[in-house]
């Protein structure tokens, strides 16, 4: 095992009825900016549990808040909030609204120019305002980390920040506040989710026998449960499941004292920013590429991933590798997320110019190994047309 | 799932030479207090490192902590921090010094007569003094919690008390630390460790899939390594494992959004206070009694324990159940740890003396149905003979 350091000071609230907690969190006397996305929290009677929650208090609002939230749109809302005094933020959505919230607070307090907070990844913040979030999305597992992925539209490009200011100081998890979601929201969940674990879990071994057995056991909670909210929108034991995976699949615990691969992310970032597709489908095309072209690096945590989370135990290593791979496009597949570019009307010549936006994005030695190269990632776009 | 609030603020600082990461925590104007047990930590190593990594600080030290620390030598403790003006505490130990100086923290600023933190089972803390941990016997988790357990010698009874102001500032892992362990050290963390994780996980089902996988991924991760610290005792990565799962084991996590059972533990408690038995020797006893007797109660969770951690899946129920149980017991003779209480000498006339000590500690409606009482405790001990 790795050494490593763990610190996740966010208090989570999980369960039915709990978004009353915003109010034992944020201090009677904070003006409070809500923020929010495209206006769904509306429809779902979460952005009135809030209002009513936050009865007496200080209060604006802050809502446009896009899928992949843009630095142009966050800092319009960083304008608003100063030009009202905000010193509390409050999130109220998905993961594209507590990414933006985390941008905000920091930028709300930068000496200079915010942008730098992106060109940093982070390292230039030096205090942010406190912030708390009311999840409704699972699935980024931005709810109890200090990371944020912020769009630059002005050059097409995804940039991930992280920084130990910009963990939520509180986080509300009510899974009944995503029965409402669309199915293919739930779908992209699910499959970010699964991403996330397999890019601190399928590297190479290190012996850290608790990290892996966490990871398989948040992997098979998904596969029992991804396909089950689909085919059953109304179960809340199926939502709170998939809730609470998606936040232990990225708050820092399974990727303690463990390799970690992040190759998929940044390949699916450049394909989002370029042609729109959604962060999740981007991983369900990538993933399943990056580990055929990657078998021999990745072999021995193929295999024990094949044996333990699909129970694949017959045929030689390759054919099992070859199965464990094929199993998670399936899985994919069967939640309606689609595995290849053609689903999207991508074709190879897409390829050159995703190879040229990693290399302007510095993104040129990726994964565990730091070996992943834009040639690389070719073939394995190649392998995924 | 039951709905849960979950908030961990201790950095865990994990792998090899990360003893002087004390420094980054203890600001440099402290007055700090190291306190320790028996000595050990002299003879291995640990008191010189943190010496070393101290030096410059106000530094005073009291040792002699004992196992299942006592009021009594922890009010000595805090007799000499006070007259000492100290205002930072530094465990360096096991448990039990982790145990004692949490109540050392809390009652050094203790408007009152401290004994009511006991009486109070820690709710009359109204603030506490900052301490950290270095950690060298893993298993009781104290590193990463806020509980701890203090015996009243005068009483002979151990009082759990526990409050949100009592958890470490920052715990350092080191597990090279517990390379110099004495065996019987070693298998009573595993033991202890195990039937943590048992009491969070062997209720009943409430669908909580998450935290039942981690629940199996830590049970299997003591069974394979447990035996192995024992053989291998040189062996780095058995060691990191088993650290790792003390803590994992009951720091919040794998309890949240599930029900508890703790009978085990405080009945355990009443041996240990009476006849002077380890901790995790008690529990090594009660556990598979409390398992024989409860059977009923905890059918869907043995079956399920039985097959995911034993692979058990042939006989009928009432087989399977047994064979799980008897799996357990197996393992823990398999630490060198004794099942029964003849090992100790001890015969059925300890048991009406237990049931006293219970009676008399308010712990008559045990459980997670609050429905273990002293008469089933009992049949438990008469079963444990």
Redesign the interface.
Known sequence: ????????????????D?IK?VTKEIPKNANVLMVYGGGSIKRNGVYDQVKQALEGYRLTEFGGVEPNPSFETLMQGVEQARAEGVDYLLAVGGGSVADGVKFMAAAMLYQGDPVEILTSFGKSIKQALPFGCVLTLPGTGSEMNSGSVITRSSIKAKLPFSNSLVFPQFSVLDPTTTLSLPPAQVANGVVDTYVHIMEQYLTYPV????QD??A???L??LI??GPRALAEPDNY?VR??LM??AT?GLNG?IG??VPQDWATHMVGHELTALYGLDHAKTLAIVLPGMLRVRVRDKREKLLQYGERVWGINSGDESQRIDAAIEKTRRFFESMQVPTRLKAYRLAADCIPVVLEQLRAHGMVALGEHSDVTPELVQRVLEDCL
């Open positions: 095992m790795k050494n490593f350091v763990v610190h996740n000071p966010t208090r989570i609230y999980f369960g039915k709990c907690a012996d850290g026998k608790v057995r966490f398989e056991g948040l098979l909670t029992e449960e034991d709170a499941n609470w995976c232990l615990l303690a004292g």
